[in-house]
């Protein structure tokens, strides 16, 4: 039988500010930015506004 699922920690103050940081800047390949750009598309197509 498999565990339950723990609650996923929160993140606060510094730690917070940090992984916004890093996401904020993250670089990816040159297919991958492509393949995201296409998704950012779709999603932005396909969302009722």
Same mark, same amino acid.
Request: aromatic fraction near 0%.
């Given at each position: 039988?498999? @565990?339950p699922i723990q609650p996923t920690p929160?993140?606060?103050g510094k730690d917070a @500010? $940090?992984?916004i940081e890093l996401m904020?800047?993250? *670089?990816y390949s040159k $297919? $991958?930015?492509r393949f995201l750009d296409e998704c950012r598309e779709i999603y932005r197509k396909t *969302?009722? $506004?």
């Open positions: 039988m498999a @565990r929160i993140l606060e @500010r $940090k992984v904020n800047s993250a *670089t $297919k $991958k930015q *969302t009722i $506004k």
